[in-house]
Structure formats: C-alpha cells, structure tokens
C-alpha cells in the first residue's frame, strides 16, 4: 500500500485540476479578444484564425506592421500546429464552439499576442522618456495608492487551492523550500554539472551585464550575469517557487569556466570586458579570478575540451547562472492585463509576493509565457515570474537614475501595517500599480495564507540558497521572518510555525563586529567583494567599485 | 549561362540563404550509371584517399511524390512528398517535405518539412480519417502495384486535403506560396495529387577523417568543432575522428500510378557538416576528387523526383 502511495504521487505530482481559463470565466464563456474568431452561428471563422496561425509559425513572414518579429521556438510552432489542427478541423465539420474549442482559442490568442509584445518589446531600443517618468512617478506616488480595504467581515482562515498556468498546488509531502528543485527537475535543469561553459553572445537588454552561453557537455543554454542581483534573484526565485508561482530558474556559481571560441562574439578577456563596458559601463574585470589558453594538460584531464585546445578562457570567482531549459520555451510578456487575466486571483495576489521581497521592478516585461514540454507530453502555457533580481532592500536615486539591489540596510523590518480599516503596505514598485489596486483583501489573505507554511526551516534554506556571505545571510533570515510575521498580523492569521527574530541583531568575525543593532555595518571585511553591500552607488556607478 | 540569369539565380539564392537559412542544406550528388556493380563497390568502401566511410545505418523510405496534371512543381523546379521512413530498429515515422532541385550555381537547396504528420485527420465521405491512413496504401503500392479502388478514392481525398489546406500553417505550403522564385497561387495547384511512389534502401555513412592516422588535414583545415551532444551517436567519445559530412547511397524504385511503368536509380549523396561550411566545401571537395579517380560516378544535380519522371516519360 505505501508503495502503490508513492507511486500514485510521483505519476501524479500535481494533485490539483489545473485550470487554463480564469476562474471568472465559466459555462463557455470567452474573453473579449477571442470573440473576433467566432461567426454568430458560433461556429470557427478559420481566415482569421489562420491569420495569426500562419504569423507564428510561417518563417517567411518576417515583420508585422513595421515591426521585426523574434525568432520562433521550434516547441511554439508546434503547439500553434496542434491547437491550430483541433480548430482547424472543427471548422471543416463547422462544430460549433464548446469548452474545448474555446481553451484552444484562448491559449493560441495567448501565445499570439505575448509574441507581439516580444515583438514590440525588442523592437524599443531603449526605456522612453514616457516610460522613465511612468517608473518615476510609480516608485514616488504609487505607494499611496496601494492601500488595501479591510472588509467589515472578513473571512477567517482560506485555503482556496487555485492550480492554473500561473500557480502550483503542491502536495503537503513537498516542503516549500523544494518546490524551486522540484519545478527545474520537470523540466530537467540542473546547474550542479555545469562548471564549463562555451560563450555564444552578449545579451544586449537589462541593465545588468549578461552574456548567453552554453554547457560544454549537454549543449544547455544558460544565460550568466553579475553583479548586485547575483543573491538576489536566486533568493526571489525560491521564495516564489516558495509561495506557488513558477520562476526563472537561477543558481549561484562559483569558479564557473568560460571558454572564448574563435566563433564568440569577444576572443579575449580584455575583449569581454571591454565589450560589458561598453553596453552596461559596468567593470566586471573584479568577478575574474582567472584566464588563460585551454592547454594540453587541461584536455588529459577533460577530453571534451579537446576540440577546444589553444583557446582562451576566463573563470569567474562568481556569477549567477540562468537556466534556459529546452523542456522550457520562452514567447513574451505573460499579459497580465490581457484575456481577462487581470480576474485571477493568485495574479492580484502576487502583490502580496512583491511586497514581501521588496521588488521594485514590476513592469510587464518582467512577466513571462512559456511553454513547457516534456518527452511525453503536449507543451503547455506557463505564466512566470521573471527577472525578480531588483528587491531585498533597494536604493533608488533620482538624480541621475541610479539604482541598486540588495542593500540589506535598505530593507523595511515590516512590510504592512494596519490602520484603521486599511492594510498600508510600504514597499516601492515601478509599475502595475492600478492593476495591484485591484487586488482585494481576500485576494491577499489568500496568499498570506500559502506563506504562513513557510517556517524556521524552510525560511532558512531559501537564505542559503542564494550564497550570501553567512553574516548577511543571517540578517536577512532576521529580517524575513519579522517581514512575514507583519503580514500575518496585519490580516489576523494564526502563526502555527512562529520564526524567533532579533531586530537588534548583533554579529562578530573574527572579533571584528559587522551587525549592529541590526544594521549591516560600513568597513567590513565585505567591502573587498565585487558588489558592496552597504554603498548606495548602483549599476550606474559599478556598484560603489569606480 | 548568360550574365544576367547567373545574378538573378546567385540573388535568389541569397534570399534563400537569409531568409530561409535554417531550411537549406548544401548537397552533392553523384549518379550511379553501372547499376549494381558500383553500387555494391560503395557499399563495401571504407576508406578514400584521406577519409574513411563509416557506415552506421540502413533504413527503408517510401515516398509519394505530388504534382499537378501539367507537372507545374517539377516545371518550377520543386518536389513535393510524403514520406514514410523505416529505420533498421523498425522505428517508423512520416513527414510531408518540400525541396527545392539543385542548380549550377551552388549545391545548397530548400529543404521545408512537416514532421508531426499525426497530428492531421480528414473526412473521407463520411468517416473521421488520418492522413496517414489514407497515405499507407499508397505506399503499400509499392509492393504489389494494384491500384485498387480504396487507393483510387485516397487519391481523391488527399487531393481534397490539399485543397482545403492549402493556406494552413503547414510549411510546404506556406513555403510553396513564398520562396522568392515561384510563388505558387491556390489556382495553379489545385489539381495536386500523388503521381509517384517510390521505395528506396538507404546506407547511411559518416564521412571522416581520422587524424590519429594522418593528422596532416586536420593541421591544415582544423578541428569540426562540435559538442558532444550534437555529434552522432556513432562519433561520440571517439576523439580522433574528425566528422565532415554525411554521406547516403540509395538503390530505389520508382512506380507511377497511372500506368505499371517503373524505374530503378542509384544515387551516393553527400551533406557537409563542418561547423564552418567553407571549410567542409573544401574539404569536400577534395574526397570527390579521390572518390571520382577510383569511380566511375557521374555528378548530378536533378532530385530522384525529377530523374524518374524524365525515365518514365511522364508530364514531358
């Protein structure tokens, strides 16, 4: 019987229907961008479906309306050929449209509109001056208008399980701590065997420096960057995965080896830094601990370096590695404010998630559909969280448009307060905030709920997983806990792991104190890693390192 | 060649190259006049000159090749096909292909295929139906050339098929419409059908060279660089093998439908498959120099599609 148990939950991780339409939708109902591609006798108009169908899979076609179109993903093609064969034939039989018919309609609009926004996206050469004051006046104002009503009667403990394209409901057997290795092993990424990887080409977007590369062994894409998100994102990402939500999947590395082929974009270390200069102005030259020419003695130790002999290399003393899974397709924004998605609760709830990370990034680029597939499955749409870098404490000049993550000092010890009849949440973000608004109490409690199972244990392997040196990684794990725990009082929920903190934490090395009272101090021995962890100067000013 | 058609052939096939660079392959061909007795001498080759053959496979095609009445893709210079392939494991898998024929100018030719041929189902009077199983008789043909009436209304219905989804997000299609060198209307191919059916015996070599023997072309042109993962099966861990292209002797024979006329031809083919193309030609080129000393091979540039149907007098 324990066997037959264990089997039944690894056939079936997910125990939950997962739900593609919003909750809101029901009895074939259909969101307003979807009406356009059924006739009044409520059967398929097929021109018009097969207008978007032959836009997202026909290589010949290379613009729309002006404007570039992306690359398209093999997995993309394919999944639009097989929603595309389902309508295709039911408006050869002109069956009229039912339940089926309409999550097909829904997924193929998704995927189509996500790739304009791609489109749209990469064809902005750079943030407009419409968007800056946007991100301005978000980060100054917005706060004010993220002030959530209390209902008279608000309802006791929820535990609303709500399984869709944009949140997981785990088995209680999977402690949230692993809900991260769990989704990157469906999808089969793992970064501990990546330790050589060869350069493809410099990432031209964001604000961080990156370059995209692959694994020497399996051919995995990965993308690698550095800088003040390094600990960062990894930890939003486990948080979230934490919480329900899928995620970027992200790995600290240390010594990671990157070969330069005669092929890459930049030959020499001189040249890759040179080149990160020139697009981010920003040094990496500190995160490189070495270089050198791929020897004799290195293929006798490694045979897949071999086709490799004679050329350069760089290892970096860290850098973050993320994953570009084949199993895992990327296509664009997940369109939080399209087909209807703005009704879905765990979506207004994840302002709850924001709020606890202090991510200041918001902006719909930062969302991201996917596909996922596996050997044996269809390839299914995935709603992610993407890029959660930009939070655990940020600094926001506005002088010269400088910014800068993870500045522990910088990190509120709560995240809401209740007033009156009014939740007041005090982290900055720079956009959606109107969409957040909409999110009501119920919505949030919803989540506070799902970050209530987050105890001692778990909060405290979600810290280490994103290598922060031990003494800031403890002040975070003081700081988290007390965050949670004001999110939890504030919507009166029973605390069943409480996690002990210490606002006025104090920490020695070596004799030497570097927490004091709670506050990470100046002058440390940290002062001599690549990224300060006290100066306020951000990517615009090499992080405190010019 | 006048100067004037040389450009047009060498523009067009930079569009294709840019446009549908991830749908081209660079190909030679060599006929194989003396039937059996050369085709069993390469069958048997391992080594020439510099490079070794290692043969790794023998799988099974059948092909059904589509034409108009008037033969307007064989005109154009294009070949149209549903093929069905069996490997030596018995795996079994179909696809519907559009190529291109070679020309003077250069060896690379459009290759657009649709591989997930399950995914399509018709009517066929009343009856759900899968186009594939409206295909198998078809290729069944082959073996007893009994053009039954069940063949004849398959016939009909893929025609049927194609007509309705000709503007479908299926890429011969869509690359039948827009090549840059004819772009065929819904008009012109409204009479599509199978015309021709084929079953070929495919050996499939890695040609290599192997430096731990003489590693003079390996200092002269480098090292196929390529990850362990995108080498063959066969090449894997074997690190002094130097891959630089793949090469395919077929033996087929070629049934019409509309008579009981058949032909038989033999053909080695030849993909490069060096990392840096130029480099793969060169070297290319110099195994056929020493392939074409020891044989008496023919080079050739016309498809199977268009050698069968020049044999049996059809469409001409």
Redesign the interface.
């Given at each position: 019987m324990r066997n037959l148990i264990f089997l039944l939950f690894w056939s079936v991780p997910f125990l939950s229907f997962s739900q593609l339409l919003p909750a809101s939708l029901n009895n074939n109902a259909y969101p307003i961008e979807i009406a356009s591609y059924i006739k009044k006798d409520s059967t398929i108009d097929l021109d018009k479906v097969?207008s978007i169908?032959?836009l997202?899979?026909?290589?010949?076609i290379?613009s729309f309306q002006g404007i570039v179109l992306p690359k398209r993903k093999k997995t993309v093609?394919?999944k639009?050929?097989?929603l595309?064969?389902d309508l295709?034939?039911a408006a050869?039989?002109k069956k009229k449209v039912d339940q089926q018919l309409i999550e097909s309609l829904y997924t193929l609009q998704w995927i189509y509109l996500s790739y304009l926004q791609k489109a749209e996206n990469d064809a902005q050469a750079a943030i407009t001056i419409k968007e800056k004051y946007a991100m301005f006046t978000n980060s100054i104002f917005g706060l004010r208008k993220l002030h959530i009503k209390i209902p008279k009667t608000a309802s006791s403990q929820n535990s609303t399980d709500l399984s869709s394209p944009f949140f997981n409901v785990f088995p209680d057997t999977i402690r949230p701590e692993n809900h991260f290795d769990f989704l990157a092993k469906k999808t089969s990424t793992n970064a501990k065997n990546t330790s050589i990887v060869?350069l493809d080409s410099c990432s031209r977007n964001g604000s961080i420096p990156k370059f995209n590369v692959?694994d020497?062994?399996?051919?995995d894409e990965w993308i690698i960057k550095w800088g003040d998100e390094i600990n960062t994102e990894i930890f939003a990402s486990h948080m979230f995965a934490a919480l329900g939500y899928n995620v970027d999947f992200s790995y600290y590395s240390k010594n990671l080896t990157l070969i330069l082929?005669p092929?890459s974009e930049v030959k020499s270390a001189k040249e890759l830094i040179d080149l990160l200069k020139s697009i981010y102005s920003i040094d990496i030259s500190r995160y490189i601990q070495l270089e050198g020419i791929v020897s004799n003695e290195m293929v006798l130790n490694n045979?897949?370096l071999?086709?490799?002999l004679g050329n350069n290399f760089v290892v970096f003393s860290e850098c973050l590695l993320e994953a570009r899974p084949n199993q895992l397709k990327r296509i664009g924004s997940f369109l939080p404010l399209a087909l209807d998605n703005d009704t879905r609760i765990e979506l207004k709830a994840s302002l709850l998630a924001h709020q606890f990370i202090d991510n200041w990034d918001t902006r719909e680029e930062n969302t991201l559909l996917a596909l996922k597939k596996n050997k044996k499955t269809v390839a299914e749409p995935i709603a992610i969280f993407s890029d959660l870098g930009t939070c655990m404490g940020v600094s926001v000049s506005w002088l010269n448009r400088d910014f800068k993550a993870g500045l522990v000092n910088q990190l509120p010890w709560e995240v809401v307060k209740k007033r009156n009849n009014k939740l007041i949440f005090k982290g900055r973000m720079n956009a959606q905030i109107d969409f957040y608004k909409q999110a009501s109490y119920s919505d949030l409690r919803w989540l506070a709920v799902q970050l209530e199972k987050i105890d001692s244990s778990s909060l405290r392997s979600i810290v280490n997983s994103a290598n922060w040196p031990p003494e800031l990684a403890e002040l975070y794990f003081h700081k988290m806990a007390a965050r949670r725990v004001s999110i939890l009082k504030a919507m009166n929920i029973i605390d069943s792991h409480p996690i002990q903190f210490d606002r006025k934490l104090n920490l020695f090395k070596n004799g030497v104190q570097i927490i004091r009272r709670g506050k990470l101090l100046k002058r440390t021995y940290l002062k001599d890693l690549p990224v300060s962890y006290t100066c306020k100067k951000g990517r615009m000013r090499n992080y405190g390192n010019k | 060649m006048e100067i004037s058609k040389y450009i047009l052939l060498t523009l067009f096939f930079l569009q294709l190259t840019s446009?549908?660079a991830?749908?081209t392959e660079d190909q030679r061909k060599f006929s194989i006049e003396n039937n059996d007795s050369i085709y069993k001498e390469i069958e048997s080759l391992s080594d020439i000159g510099d490079f070794s053959l290692l043969q790794h496979s023998k799988d099974i095609y059948y092909d059904i090749y589509l034409d108009s009445p008037d033969f307007t893709l064989k005109k154009h210079g294009f070949s149209l096909r549903f093929r069905k392939r069996i490997t030596q494991n018995n795996d079994i898998s179909y696809s519907f292909q559009l190529k291109s024929e070679m020309n003077e100018v250069n060896s690379i030719r459009l290759e657009a295929e649709e591989d997930?041929l399950e995914?399509?189902?018709?009517?066929q009077g009343t009856n759900k139906v899968s186009l594939i199983a409206l295909l198998e008789p078809l290729f069944q043909y082959t073996e007893n050339q009994v053009l039954s009436d069940g063949i004849q209304l398959n016939i009909q219905t893929i025609n049927e098929w194609i007509n309705?989804?000709f503007?479908?997000?299926?890429?011969p299609f869509?690359?039948l419409k827009?090549?840059g060198k004819h772009n065929f209307s819904k008009e012109e191919l409204i009479g599509l059908k199978p015309i021709l059916v084929g079953r070929s015996e495919r050996m499939r070599f890695h040609g290599v060279f192997n430096e731990e023997v003489n590693d003079s072309l390996t200092k002269m042109y480098g090292?196929?660089?390529?990850?362990?993962?995108?080498l063959p099966e066969h090449l894997k861990?074997k690190?002094g093998l130097n891959w630089i292209f793949e090469a395919s002797l077929d033996k087929s024979t070629f049934y019409t439908f509309q008579n009981k006329k058949v032909v038989q031809l033999s053909e080695l083919e030849i993909e490069n498959k060096f990392?840096q193309p130029s480099i793969g030609v060169q070297l290319i080129d110099a195994f056929e120099k020493q392939l074409l000393l020891k044989m008496k091979l023919s080079k050739g540039s016309s498809s199977k599609y268009v050698q069968a149907v020049r044999v049996l007098l059809i469409g001409e």
């Open positions: 097969r169908t032959n997202l899979t026909n290589p010949t290379t093609t394919e639009v050929k097989a595309s064969e295709e034939f050869f039989r060869l692959h020497l062994v399996k051919n082929t092929n045979g897949q071999k086709p490799f | 446009i549908h991830q749908l997930n995914l399509y189902q018709f009517i309705f989804k503007d479908a997000p299926i890429l869509q690359l827009n090549n090292y196929n660089r390529l990850l362990e993962n995108e861990n690190s990392n």
